[in-house]
């Protein structure tokens, strides 16, 4: 089973990873960007602020295969739980936003790169905050931790939730740590005993 746990940045999604990760130690946690030489490229591609769009997405695509093909496809061959900290939504959100005005239907466009070789997770868990408390918490360092980009990446999501009602699990990211901790535990277990019915 793949969990993915998706937001805005500042939404508190590496924070809930962290505490899973003990929770249960069984499960193979991983990430998008990933710790491999593709991420760094996109973290590089991250902090520069006249970073091409396009090819911004092809690095974010670019380390999403290698991290399917290397980490998230062998895990689920093994019957493991793989819990990715942002997957391939991150994209459809966020360069959605990015690249706009380059492609027609931007987010349906990066929706088809992906498609003929993605792998859906089963699950998400969306920590929902809005984009003024995201943008706070994250600290605002980079191009995409600016409140109104923020505002057009949760549009984005709004209509990946609306598309697929059943994937997603919402979480008020709103609430303190431990009650944010709380919900996706509690949805955790809740996907694993429906899995195992
Ligand atoms: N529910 C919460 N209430 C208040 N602050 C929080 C909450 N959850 C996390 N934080 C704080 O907000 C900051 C960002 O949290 P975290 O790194 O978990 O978010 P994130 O969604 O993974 O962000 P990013 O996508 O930018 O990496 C951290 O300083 C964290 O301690
Ligand atoms: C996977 C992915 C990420 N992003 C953005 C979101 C963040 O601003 C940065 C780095 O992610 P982190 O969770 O803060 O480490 O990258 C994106 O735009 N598209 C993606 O596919």
Known sequence: MLVTL??????????VWEVLREEFPEFVFTREPTDTWYGEAVNRSVEDDDADPLAELFLYTADHAAHLSETVRPALADGKVVVSDRYSDSRYAYQAVSIEGE????LEYVRGVHQPWTRPPDATLYFDVDPETGAARSGATNKFEQAAFLSQVQSNYERLLSAEPGRFVRIDASQSPEEVIDSAVDVMERLLADRDE
């Open 6 to 15: 998706e937001g805005l940045d500042g939404s508190g999604k590496t924070t």
């Open 103 to 106: 492609v027609k239907r931007p």
